[in-house]
């Protein structure tokens, strides 16, 4: 089956910023997070896949087809939420929905009213009235009444309570029980992936540092703590990222099995969360 | 396209009713009052072209670019319905504003004087060069690409009058030499071979607009 997304050499040039040679896939039927920290590229990414952007370089394919030759049939399949919901401010819901409604062969009205009606928007309110998870919750609303096969969603759970980013997270993960949907969903709040995700791209700096299963990651990656000995030169070759402290050492490895090996019971591993993985690896680097 | 149109027409709706009606009502009632339906004509042909490009504008305000431009369309068909849309406008402001002057209480102009072709043609061919002018500088800068024309045009305004005292005999040579172009052109052609000739004119000036607003559209980034 095709792949959602199909990401290859994306580059991008900004002056100051750079995207380099951004490869990944999303495949039919998964979730994937692009995860990262504030001004990583995640928005640029997302803003070239919709073509909002003008890339440097690469390709980007959505459902097999390139997005810049077959962008009105690609965008029709494609829900989106941007990570600021801009409107026309002034409109109230009902308005806004009759004038998108429109652009989709596909639009299901009886899909719009239930999710309203679940989501607690009151259709004569206006827009500019709402609060930023309401509105949120309206732009998601708009994104899955035309049955998008797509869902790509711009840190849509920042600034949110958590009772609301976990009913986006279990939507989400309703959407993708039909076969052959999908969803990219950026974010730098890791836990949320954690739930839901069943990829993972790491992106950095304008650079893709790794692209691959969610359990994979979590099966592979650790943080090991200890003493000062950690930092031997023979260990060295194991971290990704170093945190020092006083009297103990904390590395990231991204082969948690060889360094159990390696290292044996003097130290202690465990597990990495996807918070610790980009926290070591944006930020501990240079220590090692 | 017709939903793009249908979508501006939708977002400004009350706003199009409400600066619409003001600039018909103001223009029909000079022109009702004026003895040369010309004068009225040219200044309104300015204000109905820059009707529409406040609405176009209006997409600054509420940052809604990067919104209806991840809707199923292409950036050519966004365009193009935006040109469309702005003809239409200018075309139903002219036509209001045109029927009001014949009706209003106390009009000094019948239907002959303010459907004259000449008229016409001057209204259209004027409404058709500051449209196709501006689009462009919409498309690249927005609502500062509109503020930066109307004060540029003031400006120039200012320095045209200025010329026109300083250089009258000279100044009068060129609008007279202007004068006899067009005269020799519309009995070259015909009356009716001239206003197709002028209308076919128009189309390609607002046609080299498009495609100078596409090519910059297209390099924008939301």
């Known amino acids: 089956m095709e792949n959602a997304i199909e990401i290859k050499g994306l580059n991008k040039d900004y002056g100051d910023f750079r995207l380099q040679d951004v490869s990944f896939t999303v495949p039919r039927g998964y979730i994937m997070g692009l995860i990262g920290p504030n001004g990583a590229g995640k928005t640029t990414v997302i803003k070239l896949i919709l073509n909002l952007l003008r890339r440097d370089g690469g390709e980007v394919r959505v459902f097999g087809r390139d997005i810049l030759a077959h962008e009105v049939e690609v965008k029709s399949r494609i829900g989106f939420v941007h990570d600021t919901p801009f409107f026309f401010e002034h409109l109230t819901l009902r308005k806004l929905k009759d004038t998108v409604a429109p652009f989709y062969g596909t639009w299901d009205d009886r899909i719009f009213h239930r999710l309203m009606e ?21 732009a998601l609303a708009l994104a899955l009444s035309h049955q998008a096969e797509l869902l790509i969603l711009d840190e849509p759970t920042s600034g949110l ?25 950026s974010t730098h709040i890791t836990s949320d992936l954690e739930r839901i995700a069943d ?32 930092l031997a030169e023979e260990n060295r070759k194991l971290f990704r990222g170093v945190r020092r402290r006083e009297f103990s050492v904390q590395g990231l490895t991204d082969d948690g099995a060889r360094a159990r090996q ?17 926290f070591y690896l944006t930020r501990g680097n240079g220590h090692v | 396209m017709r939903e793009l149109m249908l979508k501006d027409l939708r977002l400004h709706k009350k706003y199009i009713i409400g600066f619409g009606a003001g600039c018909i009502l103001y223009l029909a009632f000079f022109s009702s009052r004026a003895n040369n339906p010309g004068v009225i004509s040219i200044f309104g042909a300015f204000l109905y072209s820059i009707v529409p490009l406040t609405i176009f504008t209006r997409e600054d305000k509420f940052k809604a670019s990067a919104f209806n431009l991840s809707l199923p369309v292409t950036r050519k068909e966004f365009l193009a319905a935006r040109y469309l849309s702005g003809w239409l406008l200018m075309l139903a402001l002219y036509a209001g504003t045109s029927l009001l002057t014949i009706f209003i209480p106390g009009t000094k102009l019948g239907p002959s004087a303010v459907f004259q072709v000449k ?51 000279g100044l009068a040579a060129i609008t007279g030499g202007i004068g006899k172009a067009i005269s020799a052109a519309q009995s070259a052609l015909g009356p009716a071979g001239f206003a197709a000739a002028l209308i076919v004119l128009l189309f390609l000036l607002n046609l080299a607009s498009f495609k100078g607003s596409a090519f910059l559209f297209n390099r924008k980034e939301f």
């Open chain 2, 119 to 169: 008229t016409i043609l001057a209204v259209l061919a004027f409404m058709a060069i500051l449209f196709a002018a501006l689009m462009p500088l919409v498309v690249a800068f927005g609502w500062t690409g509109l503020i930066a024309f109307l004060v540029v045009f003031q400006v120039l305004g200012i320095v045209f009058m200025l010329l026109i005292t300083a250089f009258r005999p």
């Open chain 1, 262 to 278: 390696h290292l044996g019971k003097d130290v202690l591993i465990e597990k990495a969360s996807l918070e610790d993985i980009m």
């Open chain 1, 118 to 138: 679940e989501f607690d928007l009151p259709l004569r309110k206006r827009f500019s009235k709402l609060s930023r998870g309401m509105k949120m919750k309206f």
């Open chain 1, 199 to 230: 990829f993972i791209t790491f992106i950095d700096q304008g650079g893709i540092v790794f692209s691959a299963p969610k359990d994979e990651i979590l099966e592979k990656w650790a943080v090991i703590k200890g003493g000062s000995e950690l």
């Open chain 1, 161 to 185: 309570d958590p009772v609301f980013r976990r009913e986006l997270l279990a939507r989400l993960s309703a959407f993708i029980q039909d076969e052959g949907k999908s969803v990219l969903f």
